[in-house]
Nanobody, 126 residues
């Protein structure tokens, strides 16, 4: 069983900063990567940033240079952070943490990937 617990978020004025965190606990085998997505009512869920087990990062063009994703890992849990600077009104939305893992096959990690999601945390930029 895997559990994702998000924290952070809130309301901030444009130009301000916020930080989000997401702690994943439970079966940590075959973890693949961690990501942040955001959703605005009436629009599709949008990719924000991701970080692989090895620490490779990827960002949506709209947040490059403003957001930073990082993580802390141990055998029991993984915590991923999203530092958001120079926030804009268009960054408003519900932010969701996603964890992807490979399929466990004995001692191997194989395709396909599956995912788990956090409950979401609201970010409002005015």
């Amino acid at each position: 069983q895997v559990q994702l617990v998000e924290s952070g978020g809130g309301s901030v004025q444009a130009g301000g900063s916020l930080s989000l965190s997401c702690t994943v606990s439970g079966d940590m085998r075959c973890s693949y990567d961690m990501s942040w997505y955001r959703h605005v009512q009436g629009k599709a869920r949008e990719f924000v940033a991701s970080i692989s087990q090895a620490g490779a990062t990827n960002y949506a063009d709209s947040v490059k240079g403003r957001f930073t994703i990082s993580q802390e890992q141990d055998d029991a849990k993984n915590t991923v952070y999203l530092r958001m600077d120079s926030l804009k009104s268009e960054d408003t939305g519900t932010y969701y943490c996603q964890r992807r893992r490979s399929r466990i096959f004995g001692s191997l990690c194989i395709d396909p990937l599956s995912d788990n999601w956090g409950q979401g945390t609201q970010v409002t930029v005015s």
